[in-house]
């Protein structure tokens, strides 16, 4: 990976870079005459330069990130998000979001440390800051570390890889004068944190990879655990981290493979045990943390949140004042209930009003009495629950219960509804039951109609029984309860499961949702929960009762059931968005983002990337790719272009960056969900790192004298020629040109004309 690695193990009377030319002389620190002569008539100030170059870069990456850091002084973007998600930590509620929590806790602990209460929720975008009394600025600040370290470890990797002062100067100063990095980098956003743990990771890759001549010692091991830990921090940020350990994880499989060659001399023994250190470091130690932050993120979010819908009732009675903890209880046959769609929130409706007899694509209905889905509930809302058995003894029942007579308890436990019970739903308004028949739909032709039965139509009174399973049973001695059960009402005699759409019906239909039966029973948009019983109070001793029953959950359960709902509703985004955009349009920068918009004063910031950057970065990796293949076919014919050293570095350091990128972007065109340009954003930094290696491969010669072993070292030499030197001043005098031409729109901070 870095230029400095031998074929084999390095053997006595070899220096870094292979075997001695004839005339020089190995002098006891490892270096030779010919190096210490050259080291002799080096000004301090280039064998130093490694150090300005970094304090350099360090200082216009704060200048870049903190410019303007106020302003605007409004939400911006999905600072709505994640700034209300650090409110929740510190609120400790409980929020559902699509991605893991370790960078939301970095914001949160921010906030916490300057004493923000989490108050303000960021609404929507364009909110005031100031008014709401919200501390922004420290805020952004916080986040913004994170932003202003990647230039400084853009420099560092290179620089550890072997490249030049000048060639990592390059790389970094391209990503500091980046408009898409400083515009994600300065804002209360994710982006920036996890791409900072990306970069940790392969930094801390490339320092482990450094010490293989010293396998075991302390250096070996604590890079190699940082290595893990910063690997279990990036994909506890966002799931995309899996992309950084797929990088990791195949440049240790080509470094296994180097340690299990036999002419390495290592034995079978060594090799499985580096295995397994590298297993224990590299999976074991970030499957851990990422469990870490998860149990981290549930023991903040302790109490009843926005995000307790999206979870089942075992889990949401686990949050301090649950609603399900006060109103969870047994429902009975006689009760007159509301049902409500799990998805949707819809309650089940019918009305006298009728079906049209026919629709607008001339199919016929049976204008049978609608039952829709509608928002809000109404007496409309309310079904009576029915036994299909001991009819004759639940109607006395029902009679002492509406004369006020006072029922034991044993008795009311009789007559409580269970799991897999076969019933009839009784309109309570029209005094009609439910009912499903062949019958197609209003708009989905596949599915059968619901509609209603008279009481005295005995004919076709099969269509109005149900069989009720209780999600997640374990026996049909399972209760149904209010709230904490979630149900499907399953036709015993078509088999179709109630079920509902966002999709409204036409006019006729009042703007309600269409109810119909759906021919997958077991699909998971037919779950219903009821939510109300008429006339039902609780009381203090039952809410008492119900805390004490409430089942436990163990944190492995938490997160399993957490786990999959995060991956289920990220594949759901598939919500068009006006600026979404297409992997094959980010390289070439066609589309951006609007983050925020000021129409009085006409201004507005723009998430895009530096476009001449980010061109000159596609015709790096271009020019990449057709160097190896020129540099195989000169192999081939037995042409050495390069020499082995430069040969050796473009192939595993260019490859390693080449690979970077490749992982970092190639997987989003499998991707069915929405995405957006900040999506590459990871991918573009490996981008810049490639111009500056070619820039190194092409400018920089002769290769070994300009390389550098770490960030801290000293140089042997700055610039190889003037002409190298003007090539340098050329490209970041282009980058930063295009940065400045486009800074209005990445700080949102200069009015801009009715063209612009």
């Known amino acids: 990976m870095s230029v400095d690695e031998p074929q084999l193990k390095r053997r006595p009377g070899k220096d870094a870079v292979g075997t001695l030319s004839p005339g020089k002389q190995l002098h006891e620190d490892g270096s ?40 605007p002084a409004q939400v911006v973007f999905d600072e709505v998000h994640f700034g209300k998600f650090a409110s929740y930590y510190l609120r400790r509620e409980y929020y559902f979001d699509v991605h893991p929590p370790l960078a939301k806790m970095l914001i949160a602990l921010g906030g916490w440390l300057i004493g923000y209460d989490g108050h303000f929720l960021f609404e929507k975008i364009g909110m005031d800051y100031m008014s709401n009394g919200v501390p922004y600025m420290m805020l952004r600040g916080w986040v913004a570390l994170f932003g202003l370290a990647l230039p400084p470890l853009v420099y560092m990797i290179m620089a550890e890889s072997g490249y030049s002062v000048i060639a990592s100067l390059l790389a970094a100063l391209l990503v500091t004068f980046d408009n898409a990095l400083v515009t994600q980098g300065r804002l209360i956003l994710l982006d920036n944190i996890m791409i900072f743990f990306m970069l940790a990771s392969v930094y801390s890759y490339v320092k482990f990879f450094k010490q293989r001549y ?47 060659d036999i002419r390495r001399g290592n034995t079978l023994s060594e090799f499985f045990q580096h295995f397994v250190a590298r297993a224990f470091a590299l999976i074991a130690v970030p499957v851990v943390l990422y469990l870490s932050f998860f149990a981290i993120h549930l023991a903040i979010l302790t109490r009843t949140g926005p995000g307790d819908a999206y979870h089942t009732s075992q889990f949401q009675m686990q949050l301090i004042d649950s609603p399900l903890t006060k109103s969870s209880f047994d429902v009975h046959y006689g009760d007159q209930v509301a049902i409500r769609h799990r998805e949707t929130g819809v309650y089940v409706d019918s009305n006298p009003g009728r079906y049209p007899l026919r629709y607008e694509d001339q199919r016929v209905s049976s204008q049978g009495q609608q039952v829709t889905g509608a928002k809000d509930r109404t007496d409309n809302s309310f079904w009576i629950i029915k036994p299909m058995v001991n009819q004759e003894a639940f109607a006395q029942f029902v009679a002492r219960r509406q004369a006020g007579e006072e029922i034991s308890k044993d008795e009311l436990n009789k007559w409580v509804v269970h799991h897999t019970d076969l019933v009839q739903l009784q309109h309570a308004a029209t005094g009609s039951n439910m009912r499903t028949h062949d019958v197609a739909s209003p708009m989905t032709s596949t599915n059968m109609e619901f509609t209603t039965l008279a009481l005295n139509d005995t004919a076709n009174a099969a269509d109005t029984v149900w069989k009720l399973e209780i999600d997640g049973a374990k026996s049909n001695s399972t209760l149904l309860k209010t709230s904490s059960s979630f149900i499907r009402l399953v036709s015993n005699k078509h088999g179709v499961a109630m079920w509902t759409h966002p999709k409204k019906l036409p006019e006729w239909g009042h703007g309600h949702q269409e109810i119909n039966g759906k021919k997958d029973p077991t699909a998971k948009s037919t779950l219903w929960a009821i939510t109300e019983i008429r006339g039902r109070q609780i009381t203090a001793e039952e809410v008492e009762e119900m805390v004490k029953k409430k089942s436990g959950m163990s944190f492995l359960e938490k997160f399993v059931e957490l786990q999959g709902l995060m991956i289920k509703h990220n594949n759901a985004l598939t919500t068009v968005h006006p600026f979404q955009s297409t992997p094959l349009s980010w390289p070439f920068l066609t589309r951006g983002i609007s983050f925020w918009t000021d129409a009085a004063q006409r201004r507005q910031i723009y998430l895009l990337g530096n476009p001449i950057g980010w061109w000159t970065s596609n015709l790096a990796l271009f020019a990449y790719f057709a160097g190896l293949v020129v540099l195989e076919a000169c192999g081939m014919r037995g042409v050495d272009l390069v020499g082995s050293i430069v ?18 972007y190639f997987p989003f065109f499998m991707m069915g969900r929405s995405l957006f340009l900040h999506h590459y954003l990871p991918a573009s930094i490996f981008a810049y790192m490639m111009v500056a290696a070619c820039f190194q491969f092409v400018f920089v010669h002769p290769y070994q004298l300009f390389t550098l072993r770490s960030w801290s070292s000293r140089a042997r030499a700055l610039l190889p020629s003037y ?9 970041v005098a282009i980058q930063v040109a295009t940065f400045i031409f486009f800074a209005p729109i990445s700080y949102g901070t200069s009015t801009l004309t009715a063209q612009q």
């Open 32 to 71: 030779n005459t010919a190096s210490v002569a050259s080291r002799a008539g080096v000004s301090e100030l280039v064998r130093n330069s490694s150090s300005y170059a970094l304090t350099a870069v360090l200082a216009l990456s704060f200048i870049t990130r903190y410019y303007r850091i106020w302003d």
């Open 214 to 260: 010293h396998p075991f010692e302390a250096k070996w091991w604590a890079w190699l655990m940082s290595t893990g830990v910063m690997l279990g921090c990036v994909v506890s940020c966002k799931l995309v981290g899996l992309f950084t350990i797929a990088l990791v994880g195949v440049a240790v499989i080509f470094d296994l493979r180097r340690i299990l």
């Open 723 to 731: 002409s190298t030197g003007l090539v340098f001043a050329v490209l």
């Open 647 to 664: 040969r050796r570095h473009i192939l595993r350091s260019g490859g390693f960056i080449a690979f970077a990128w490749f992982i970092h």
